[in-house]
């Protein structure tokens, strides 16, 4: 595996880095206390094309390798984690969904408007059905050319300020997994209600709903995929939502390394600069420790999406790994920030509560580790 960036992966890098330093930082501060969406900064970031990076041009995007995206996702994360959150639910699992499962009529259709438009949405979890998805509760049932959906969803990115949601819904009851099904929801359909979830730990600029559905009335133009392969097309999405949620915490990582060092170099005790004290020093290293390793994985990942392989455990440990160190990292930023880290003057709280929810979502950790154990031990758990 060659470690060297290309020339335009460093040139993707450095305008991601500009923009995310000039055009979203600034803000991160009050978008967070006011838990106000993004709405200014949206349109640059549709007008950067970091909404579908790496989105074939002839659907609107631009075309990149994975290893691009993914640079382009770990600054987000350094600097914004709401704005990342967003920018890997569109890309990472609703384009995902569409390339990898819809028409030509369907990628068309939503592929150049989720580049320049508006948001996407993945509809899985439900109030009763978090990490056991195969036991949601929304239903779809046939009605002639269409279908009608009803039920709720909870917990959705983007799912009350996106154009479209990817709603996964039982159509056939009973049948647990084998029995879901996809549909591309636009979000202004009738019966389509998209309430913010407000008073979250982190991630609070973004947009996070709940949904409810009554008979909303769907063609059946709009099924992603076949009857009953909903579930298949959720799991295949995540493979990408993972590596873009590794390469985001890995920026919360590299955002924890940076303040600590400003820091450590700034405040003086017993006469010294703290960044003297070898076990402030040790608290840094540990950060960069977690973050070399967190930024190894993910990039594999690239590495092997890039061959055309299947990543489907390389993005379970990615991100298991690279979530779990960018709460570790930001807890050790807040140690060296003493009692200041405590409060909102300086951004390393916030890296804490932005990272905590990435152990959570995607597959909390228990999840990604009882998956591994089955598969390491001869079972087939990915499937
Ligand atoms: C900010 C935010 C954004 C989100 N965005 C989306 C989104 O865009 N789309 C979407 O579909 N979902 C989204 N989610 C939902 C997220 O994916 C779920 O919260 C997650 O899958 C966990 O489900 P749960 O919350 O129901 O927890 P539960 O599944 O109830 O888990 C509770 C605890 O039990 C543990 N547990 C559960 N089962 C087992 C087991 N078999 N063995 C051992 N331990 C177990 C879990 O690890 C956890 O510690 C989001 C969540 C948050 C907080």
Redesign the pocket.
């Known amino acids: 595996m060659d470690f060297d960036l290309s020339e335009q992966q460093q040139q993707i890098r450095s305008l991601a880095r500009d923009f995310c330093d000039k055009e979203v930082a600034p803000h991160a501060r009050e978008l967070d206390k006011t838990e106000a969406f993004p709405d200014e900064l949206l349109p640059k970031l549709f007008e950067m094309g970091f909404l579908g990076a790496s989105v074939p041009e002839e659907f609107g995007g631009m075309g990149l390798d994975y290893l691009s995206y993914g640079l382009i996702v770990e600054e987000l994360g350094r600097t914004d984690a709401s704005i990342r959150s967003l920018v890997s639910?569109n890309s990472g699992l609703v384009c995902t969904c569409l390339l990898n499962w819809g028409t030509d009529e369907q990628k068309r259709e939503w592929l150049p408007r989720l580049t320049s438009e508006g948001l996407g949405?993945?509809?899985?979890?439900e109030p009763n059905a978090?990490?056991?998805p195969a036991s949601m509760n929304s239903g779809a049932s046939r009605d002639g050319d269409d279908w009608i959906l009803n039920g709720s969803k909870m917990?959705?990115?983007n799912g009350s300020r996106g154009i479209l949601t990817v709603i996964f819904a039982q159509t056939d009851h009973g049948s647990g997994a084998k029995g879901i099904t996809a549909f591309l929801v636009p979000q202004d359909s009738p019966g389509y209600e998209g309430r913010p979830i407000h008073g979250?730990l982190g991630?609070r600029a973004g947009d996070?709903a709940e949904i409810s559905m009554r008979d909303v009335r769907i063609p059946d133009g709009n099924r992603l995929g076949e009857v009953g392969e909903g579930l298949k097309i959720a799991l295949n999405a995540l493979d990408s939502g993972r590596f873009s949620l590794a390469a985001g915490a890995t920026g919360i990582s590299q955002a924890c390394l940076d303040a600590a060092i400003r820091y450590a170099d700034e405040r003086t005790q017993f006469g010294r600069k703290i960044s003297s004290f070898q076990l402030v020093q040790e608290l840094i290293s540990d950060i960069y420790l977690d973050l070399q390793a967190s930024r190894a994985l993910y990039w594999k990942v690239a590495w092997k999406h890039d061959k055309g392989e299947r990543h489907t455990v390389e993005s379970s440990v990615a991100k298991a790994f690279c979530s779990e160190a960018s709460v570790r990292n930001a807890d050790r930023a807040v140690q060296v920030h003493g009692g200041y880290g405590y409060s909102d003057e300086y951004p390393v709280g916030r890296y804490l509560r932005d990272a905590r929810?990435t152990t959570?979502?995607?597959?909390?950790s228990?999840?990604h580790r009882?998956l591994l154990g089955r598969h390491l031990t001869g079972e087939n758990a990915f499937v």
């Open positions: 639910v949405a993945f509809g899985l979890t978090g990490s056991d917990w959705i990115t979250k991630l996070t929810v959570l979502y995607e597959g909390t228990q999840i009882l």
